[in-house]
């Protein structure tokens, strides 16, 4: 009977090891499956500077935007905001508020509509998709100076690019070394290539951010490292240079040159016309006539007399 029971608790102690095993492993693989979901089907990453504070960039897939609702930005474990989420394929950013300081972490909490969690991000994921493919930029380094050559697209982003900001060896919390727009406002040109020279750096750059705002200044999405889509500088002709050894730099708008109107030269009085001023001219004449006429007779009258 002891020798029974005996089996009968083994039985029951491997049984419930087996479920435990089991257990874990569903658990592993349904997070291993979300974590893919996510990482392939989301990308987004955060940036805290000195002009604009905490901003997060991001773009959902299909997969989230069918059943995600909500999104709730967590900074440093607190809630600090929460947006509705964008449609599918669209990069938004967005400025937390109330943030004044760089924050540790930074993490994405995707809520359905009845406010069930669907999926928690805990690291930035597949930050260079938040580059369209037509825009491409890169750069060179040569003692303190740098040369960010970038080409903006004429699609890919929620509306178009008015100013790049350039970041040197970025650290939170810094304000931009260099910011180029154009001197008049507006759009800055699509598919040519514009120079950005960045001069009295501290260091050599290793790395730059490179973050791309609209006309009201705020930020489009941004990029990090040496290059994104260089292909699409390299094969640019055309250039704009801006090489202006300053904080910021304005492109200067070309100004249209009027065409230029012959002169038309004054016509001439045909012949046996008067002039303008003849009949004056013609005047003056008879009365100088009459008087050497008059001062002639003059003359002759006294020469008889004597």
């Not at 608790?9 to 419930?16: C, E, P």
């Not at 508020?97 to 540790?104: H, M, R």
């Not at 178009?160 to 759009?187: I, L, M, R």
């Not at 040496?226 to 250039?239: H, K, M, P, Q």
């Amino acid at each position: 009977m002891a020798l029974a029971k005996n089996r009968l608790s083994l039985l029951t102690v491997g049984s419930v090891r087996i479920i435990l095993v089991i257990s874990l492993l569903m658990t592993f693989f349904s997070w291993q499956k979300a974590s893919a979901l996510t990482a392939t089907d989301m990308s987004w990453s955060w940036t805290y500077d000195g002009e604009r504070g905490l901003q997060v960039v991001m773009v959902l897939g299909n997969t989230w935007t069918n059943s995600a609702s909500t999104i709730a930005i967590v900074v440093d474990g607190t809630a600090a905001e929460t947006i509705t989420a964008p449609a599918a394929g669209v990069i938004i950013a967005e400025k937390v508020e109330g943030i004044t300081t760089a924050p540790t972490t930074v993490l994405l909490n995707i809520f359905d509509g009845n406010g069930a969690l669907l999926d928690a991000t805990d690291e930035v994921q597949a930050a260079g998709d938040l580059v369209p493919a037509a825009l491409g930029w890169t750069s060179q380094a040569q003692g303190n100076k740098s040369l960010i050559q970038v080409v903006l697209p004429a699609s890919g982003l929620p509306t178009n690019v008015a100013a790049v900001e350039v970041y040197p060896n970025f650290t939170a919390g810094d304000s931009p070394k260099k910011t180029t727009k154009k001197s008049q406002g507006g759009d800055l040109p699509t598919g040519v290539v514009i120079d950005i020279l960045v001069t009295g750096l501290i260091a050599p750059a290793t790395s730059y951010r490179v973050q791309f705002l609209d006309n009201s200044g705020h930020l489009l999405t941004f990029s990090e490292g040496t290059s994104a889509n260089s292909s699409v500088v390299s094969s640019t002709t055309t250039r704009i240079p801006v090489v202006v050894e300053s904080s910021s730099s304005n492109i200067a708008v070309p100004i249209a040159t009027a065409t230029p109107v012959p002169a038309v030269a004054p016509s001439l009085p045909g012949t046996g016309d008067y002039t303008l001023g003849s009949g004056m001219i013609g005047a003056l004449m008879i009365i100088g006539s009459l008087i050497i006429l008059m001062g002639g007779t003059y003359v002759f009258t006294n020469r008889r007399t004597e």
